[in-house]
């Protein structure tokens, strides 16, 4: 299971905090599905990707309940945490860095806070995708509820497609394989 991590609603479509759920959406186009079906106080698509049959999810619960939505998930489809890859943003990464890991605490990150508590165990892979740290005096929360700058959002859709490759690099490969190939920074060559 790819699960996205954002609030759902219009007003936080294109925010940093949905950069999860944005994943998800690019993975629908790559792999010309749409997600119709609401399971789990979720909006899920079945698809099958090879030998694999990969559940996309983006909870619809808000962030900072996410993991009533994704165990919810994992229990129904009997999915193994190494199973579930979560995308979510990370402000302590620079704009456009991915990193993949298998594991780990939340570091703030309240939707992977609540998996957490939800699954009881840091146990998971995570595709952790950079929005850089709030400018000046601005709270985390409020930056990550803003949207992405003009100079960001020129370069955000070739990040979302290195995301796309390193999620369905994991689902073929494994995390090692993904991770090797697709963990740091922004390269636009």
């Given at each position: 299971?790819?699960?996205?991590?954002?609030?759902?609603?219009?007003?936080?479509?294109?925010?940093?905090?949905?950069?999860?759920?944005?994943?998800?959406?690019?993975l629908c186009r790559q792999l010309d599905v749409r997600?119709?079906?609401?399971?789990?106080?979720?909006?899920?698509v079945q698809v099958p990707y090879g030998p694999h049959?990969?559940?996309?999810?983006?909870?619809?619960?808000?962030?900072?309940?996410?993991?009533?939505?994704?165990?919810?998930?994992?229990?129904?489809?009997?999915?193994?945490?190494?199973?579930?890859?979560?995308?979510?943003?990370?402000?302590?990464?620079?704009?456009?860095?991915?990193?993949?890991?298998?594991?780990?605490?939340?570091?703030?990150?309240?939707?992977?806070?609540?998996?957490?508590?939800?699954?009881?165990?840091?146990?998971?892979?995570?595709?952790?995708?950079?929005?850089?740290?709030?400018?000046?005096?601005?709270?985390?929360?409020?930056?990550?509820?803003?949207?992405?700058?003009?100079?960001?959002?020129?370069?955000?859709?070739?990040?979302?497609?290195?995301?796309?490759?390193?999620?369905?690099?994991?689902?073929?490969?494994?995390?090692?394989?993904?991770?090797?190939?697709?963990?740091?920074?922004?390269?636009?060559?």
């Amino acid at each position: 299971m790819l699960a996205g991590l954002g609030n759902p609603g219009r007003e936080y479509r294109d925010t940093r905090h949905n950069i999860g759920f944005m994943v998800v959406d690019a993975l629908c186009r790559q792999l010309d599905v749409r997600m119709t079906r609401v399971q789990s106080k979720a909006l899920i698509v079945q698809v099958p990707y090879g030998p694999h049959k990969i559940i996309l999810a983006k909870p619809q619960t808000y962030m900072n309940l996410s993991g009533q939505s994704v165990a919810a998930l994992m229990r129904f489809y009997r999915i193994e945490n190494a199973d579930l890859l979560v995308a979510h943003d990370d402000i302590d990464l620079p704009f456009g860095t991915l990193r993949m890991r298998p594991g780990g605490g939340s570091a703030g990150q309240k939707g992977i806070a609540s998996i957490i508590a939800q699954l009881g165990s840091q146990d998971f892979p995570r595709l952790r995708m950079g929005v850089g740290r709030p400018p000046g005096q601005k709270t985390a929360a409020d930056y990550v509820l803003r949207g992405f700058s003009p100079a960001e959002q020129d370069t955000l859709q070739f990040i979302l497609e290195r995301a796309v490759q390193a999620a369905l690099t994991y689902v073929r490969a494994g995390l090692q394989t993904a991770m090797n190939q697709f963990n740091g920074n922004l390269s636009v060559d």
